[in-house]
């Protein structure tokens, strides 16, 4: 399994669901569908990691293998797009995340 850095704005869009997607380098490591990757966040500006991880599969790649629309154009040779889904994803429920006036307007699930 790789372990891959991945900074602050974007391994917390991955952890919080909205970044379903990674732009990667192929140049030093083989990636693959259905392969599981640990993403670490990695601050860039005091060059260390938060300690801070998360386990994500590769679901499809986009690069000069499997191309789509004009990736053969705009995407380098040696780089791929992984469409990436979380393992394990932490379930949540969204009234216990609303400020307590909407989730006693609207009452809470037991």
């Given at each position: 399994m790789h372990k891959l850095k991945s900074?602050?704005?974007f391994f917390q869009a991955i952890?919080?669901?909205k970044k379903t997607h990674d732009l990667r380098s192929l140049l030093d490591r083989e990636l693959e569908v259905g392969q599981h990757l640990i993403l670490q966040e990695y601050d860039?500006?005091?060059g260390e990691y938060t300690g801070d991880e998360v386990e994500v599969e590769i679901t499809y790649m986009t690069d000069?293998?499997?191309p789509c629309a004009?990736?053969?154009a705009v995407l380098a040779k040696g780089y791929t797009i992984l469409s990436i889904k979380l393992v394990d994803?932490?379930?949540t429920d969204v009234l216990d995340e609303l400020p307590d006036t909407y989730s006693d307007r609207v009452g809470r699930r037991t």
């Open positions: 900074w602050p704005e952890v919080a669901g860039p500006f005091t000069y293998r499997t004009f990736s053969s994803a932490p379930q």
